[in-house]
Each structure stands twice: as C-alpha cells, then as structure tokens.
C-alpha cells in the first residue's frame, strides 16, 4: 500500500472516531499498536466501522497509568482489547457486543457488575454505515479461543444487551463445539436485535458532534429535531448515553436498532463540546441542551439525516431510569426552552394559584402538558401568536384567538379550520376527527374520536364527561364550523378551593336540616325543615320538576329585575377589586330566591323528591357547534318539560379578587365564569374572601357551552343549596322555563349589561336571535356611532 492510500485511511479512521470525541493524538497511538497487532490490516481495524479501534481507544482510555497489569486486563467485559504487548490476541470478532474468548477474556461475573460506564460498539460510529452480520459470523468461527457466552446480565446503565460472560473455575470461560456454534449463532442474532452503547465523554475538540440517528429514529421524525441533554447535577458523570444504528440484516435489508432503555426506545446522544453549562433549576436538577445536526463525522456514509432535540427531564438516583423529552419540531422555529419556564408553566397550568388539582388529575395528564409547554415555549410560532394575543383574551372559538404570551397555558387555544388547511401550528397537537371526518349533520358517525386539545386534555367526543355523568354527553361539529373543543378538564361538581371561603357540612344546624325525616320527604305529612326556605312548600312537584309558581318568579326576576327586591352593598366587593380611588356605587344584585335541597343530615335517603340537582344531570345533552357563530352551544336530545332540572354550572369556586386578577394579567377572559351574588345581603359588609364566583374556564362541566339568549331563554339559574346554609357559595343550576323541544339549544340570559363594561362576563356581539336581543341592538348603535 503506497504512503497516501496510507494516510488516507488513518485519516478516515480519524474521521471516524472523531464523533466519539477521540482526538487525533489519541488515535494515533492507539493505531500504529493496533497496525503493529493486525501485520498491518487495515481490514481488520476499519472493519464493522473501526469497532475494533474505538473499543482500544477506551480500553485504553480506563487502562491505569501502571496499565499491563493481567488483572484488570482481565477484568473488563467489554469489547476488544489491545493486549500486552507480545501476547497472542486476534482481533475478535466484531458483533454488537462483547463475545469475549481466548486469554483476553477473563470475565467474571461480578466484576462485570462493578462496570458502570456503557461502552463504544464500533457500530456506534459508523453513521449509517452497514455492517454486515455475516462477516462477523465468519470471523467468530476463525476465532481459536473459546467463546465465553453464559448467563446474560443487562446492567442497566449498559443497555440490555450487554453480555457477561461467567468464567469457567480457573477463571477461562470455555465452551465446547456446539456452544460455539450457538455463541456463533447468537451474533448473528445480535445484530439483529444489537443495541449499542456510546461513551458519552466529553472532548472539547468534537464541537461537531452529530446525531447519527437516522430521520426515522425520531419518533415522527420530522426534519428538524434537536437533542438536549439534562445532567443531574449530583453526579459529575455525564448519564448514559444511548446510540440508534443501522444494521443490515441477512437479508441486507436495513433496520433501525437502539439500545432499549428502561424507559423508551428513544435514545440520546453524547453531547460532548455542544453540551451547554449545565443550568440549575433550583430543585436539584441541572440540564444542558444541545442541538444535534444530522449524520456524523464520519467519513464514510455521511447522510442527511434529522437533527434531534431530546431533553432529559428527570432521572432516577443512579440515572439508571431517565425521562426525556424529544422534540421533533422544525429547529428554525423551535427553541428548546427553559425547563425551569416550562416547569413553571406546567405547576401553573396544573395546580395554578388554587392549590387544588381536577378530580381527573393524572401523571399521564401532567406529562402530557409538559410536552405541550415545551411545545409552547420553545416554539417562535407560538411566541409570535402570543404576541398577538388578543388583549381581551376573548378566545371566542369563532374567533380562534390566540394565546397570551403571559400564561399562554392559561388560556383554551382554538385552532384553525384544518378542513382549509390552515391548522397547523404547535398547539394544533390537536385531533379533531369529528370535523375531519364525521359528514355534516352526522351526529352519531362521529362520536368515539377522541379530540385532544390544545392543552393537553383530550376529549372523548362520545361523552365530553368520559363516564362521569349519568348519561353520555357527546360532541359534535355539526355545521362544520368548529374544530376543537375548547381546552377544559370535564369536572361534574365544583372544586371548591382553600381560598375561597365555604363552610361545609358542620355549619348545618337542626333547623337547616331534616333529621327527623325518612325516606322521601315529598311524602312526608308535613314539609320538612327543608321546605321552610321556599316558604314551607318544596320547590320540586313529585316528578322532579320545579314548580311553576316558583319557576315564573325566578324567570321574572331574570328578565325584570328592576321589579323585584335588589340589595345594593355598602361597599360592593365588584366595585373594590378595581381598586379605583373612588369606587363607583353598588350597580346592585338581585335577591334570589333559593331552593334548599335535602343532604347528608337529614334522615331522608337519596330518593328523596328534594333532591334533584345533587342527583346530577338525568338527561340526554350534546354539546354542538352552532349554525350562528356563537361558538360551541348545548342541546337537549330529548324534549323537556317546563321546570326540569338540566344541569348546574359547574367550575372553580373562585374569589371575584382571585377571577379580576387573572382577568387583568390576561391569563383569563372572565368568559366563562358566573357570580355568585345570589345570597349577597344585608348581612354587613361581604368580605373579598365571601364574593365568590364559580369560573369554568378550565375546569368545567357541560354548563360552560350554554349560550346566552336576551330574555326569552328556555333556561334560567336558579340558587340551589346543599351543602352549606351558608349563600356565599351555592349551586347555579339551570331548569327549563318552558317545555323544551329535542335537538333545540340550551340558552340562558347571562344578565349581560350590553351597554356596559362593568359586567364580570365581556359583552359580544349577541347572534341570539331573539326578537328581544339586547346585543343586536347594541351592535347597531355601534355600528351607528362608528358611522358617524
Ligand atoms: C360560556 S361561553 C358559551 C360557550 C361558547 N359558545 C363556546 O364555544 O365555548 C360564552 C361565550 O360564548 C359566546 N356566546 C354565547 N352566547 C352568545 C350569543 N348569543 N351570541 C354570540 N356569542 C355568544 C361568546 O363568545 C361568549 O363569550
């Protein structure tokens, strides 16, 4: 071989240990002994893509100083070894892992538990570059030593397909024909199944270090993935590292093989020089990030490939079981982001200021929307939407606003029309099949597709409620103009925070229940302690339904306030949390009349006829998108009587301070959020901690989608006590003011103030349709001023 064929390949091989951070002068040594061993082969050292170089370069790597010592020669399991000068050792067989035989390969068992690192396959740098099996079939059976292969131990931090090789007693691990035909065998095996291992060293002239993950390792490889890389910073070692590789098979057909690891089959990379400082998080945990670029360094079978972000997140104490992130996102419009911003944004999507999680809270949830906030936060698609984020926050979903750039977690993001294609940004992770697929005015071809919204959450188009209600509630996009659910957790009852002040079940005294009772009070003799509230008569006829006297007052006083009794407050807390230098006066709320339910002291069971809300929903509802761009609506499947209890409102139980002062951050649109000024009265002055609200912005039941109708809505609120005598907090339910036809929507007077600005809930331009529409008009005199 003339001197430039020479040096062209010590420069290949160069090349090809480069990505494992091996620098050129600690090649060259480990090369010339190799050359010197092989008679100058360099078949032999190129082969199965240099492996058996790498493995000499960390075996030289962990050699002591004082090395040539036979004992820990004898003590690694890994790989090929260059040994003591003048002894007899082929090159081994190169194969996925370490096959070790002959006097080089003096295992034992529980030395081989003491080895903490992963170590190099050659394969790991060979960037794409097929190895063979058959090759290294042929040369296992050229091996004159015998072949070690005996109990198989998987260190975890070594990958599961690292061998062990238990020694015969004098410490030779020999194996007898048919062994080393199934040693042989096994080989072959191994590279079909071969995972393999990188040492992830650290070497500051490897500042190119490429993903050789090929674009399909990425799961929904997308062009554009990026590796980071977290490090605990208790442990100065860098985690272990995991290599993807391509294999040819017998068949010559190429698969993708990655080291299993305890939790996923994705991988990571060794970060080496791009490894950014590690960056503390404050609770212990450091990370660095690093950007990979597709292929390696080698030389030889250099492709294109996708560039990788993955972001370990979480790690167990020994980093034997990690948890990452990968990131498969265009890198020009992907950053990956803090962890501290994106822990942040997850506590405060999840536990939030209230302290109180969702009964459907769950690990895979949170998980869920750490990646959706790393999507979020690092995506400049995201950030740019935020940026225009409507002010208002009305994320109205005929609107598809978009989030705030504050607390973008904070807020239901509506996707565009997919049908037009114009859904696809970040937060469009979101599936909603009902309106790919379902054919319009198809109620029933389209449930049973899950639609996961933006935050995360998924809802089950066949029941919203996912099983928590009596009967199913089902979504659809009927007209085809909505795409996604709004982003909510289905709750059935109210979360009732610390924060906002409730006394409970042992603030009911005698006279506020009926103890004495039994059964069902309906049939009772004499109304019970529990009729005396709705003036000794029970509000509930025994079919259930709210009686029609009591009905007409509540529908009255909804649509004529003015005529009934209205409490002014001294000091009204609506008008202190605006925390202007002269609060305006009291605008007024109108003294409700309540129904008291029977509850858990009183002797009456749960057949009781005073007991309707506290049952729950019994009827059939859809959830619908509405033909007049009001957005999502709720209908009734099956016709209503007048005075039939159809659900509550149900959401966060939040002080009116708490609810203003999202609404100011521009974390929230007060949008679906209702006052609970029923019970507010002469009692002097209410304290912030009493003006409550219920707010369903993401926490919510079927409530949040009822549309508001200007006076004649087929539903109106109705205070409902149960658990506590106490009115600042109550039960908002909502009953029927007439009968109900099937499939007609579900709407209420949101009491809205049109004109005014003052209203908890923001004014819209009302699309009710009622001969009495407040908004319409309103929009007209806009319209009108605006003209002039
Ligand atoms: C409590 S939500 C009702 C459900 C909502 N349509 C949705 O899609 O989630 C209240 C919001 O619905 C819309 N909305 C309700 N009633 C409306 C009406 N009559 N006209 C126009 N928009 C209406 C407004 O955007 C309002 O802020």
Known sequence: MDSQSRRERARRAFDAMKPLGCSKKEVIPVLKNLLHLFDNSWELIEDDGYRALANAILEARDRPQDDGDQ?????????VRLPPEGEDCRPRPSTSRAIHGGPCDLDSGTEALRIKRPRISATSVTAGRSIDPRSHASAAQALDGPIGVSSELNHPQIGASTRYHRPTADGVPSLGNAAQKRAIQMMDEDFQHAVFLREPKPEPDTDDLQCTAPASSCQNAQPGCITSHLLNASTSDTPPVHAPLQISGANGRTAQHYRRSA?????????????????????????????????????????????CLHTIVA??????????????????KFHMPDLAAVFKMVEEKCLRSHKSLPPDFSIAGLIKQI???????????TAEHNKQSDASGNVGSSQNKPTTSTAPSLKPIDCMNSRSGKCKAVEESLIMEASENGPPNSTTDQQAHLALSPNGSTHDLSDISKGQERSSISAVNEFGSENCLPSFYYIPRNLVSQESYVNSVETIGDKDCCSDCFGNCLYAP?????????????????????????????????????????????????????????????????????????????????????????RGITCNLQ?????????????????????????EYVGELLTNTKLHE??????????????????????GVLKDEEALCLDATFCGNVGRFIN?????????EIPVEVETPDHHYYHFAFFTTKKVEAFEELTWDYGIDFDGDKHPVKSFECLCGSRYCRGRKHSRRLGKAASK
């Open 623 to 647: 959830v619908f998108s509405t033909r007049e761009g009001k957005g999502w609506g709720l209908r009734t499947l099956d016709e209503l009587p007048k005075g039939a209890f159809v659900c």
């Open 315 to 332: 790690s167990s104490a020994m980093g034997e079981v990690e948890m990452s992130i990968k990131c498969s996102i265009d890198p020009s």
């Open 708 to 716: 508001h109708r200007c006076y004649d809505a087929n539903l109106v």
């Open 371 to 381: 990646c959706q906030c790393v999507a979020q936060l690092g995506s400049d698609h």
């Open 71 to 79: 004992e820990h020669y004898s003590n690694t399991t890994r790989g």
């Open 662 to 683: 999202m609404t100011t951050q521009n974390m929230h649109s007060a949008r679906y959020s209702v006052l609970l000024d029923a019970g507010w009265g002469p009692d």
């Open 263 to 307: 939790a996923s089959t994705s991988f990571v990379e060794p970060i080496n020089s791009m490894m950014k400082q590690p960056q503390s998080l404050g609770n212990g945990l450091d990370y660095a990030t690093v950007m990979h670029n597709s292929g390696t360094g080698s030389a030889a079978g250099k492709t294109q490939e996708a560039p």
């Open 526 to 614: 004499e109304p019970c302690a529990c009729a005396r509230k709705t003036g000794g008569e029970f509000a509930y006829t025994p079919d259930g339904l709210v009686r029609t006297e009591f009905l007409d007052k509540c529908v009255s006083m909804n649509r004529f306030p003015e005529k009934h009794n209205m409490f002014f407050c001294k000091s009204c807390p609506l008008e202190r949390i605006r925390n202007e230098p002269s609060p305006e006066l009291c605008r007024g709320h109108i003294v409700r009349k309540f129904i008291k339910e029977c509850w858990s002291k009183c002797g009456c069971n749960m057949e009781c006829g005073n007991r309707v809300v506290q």
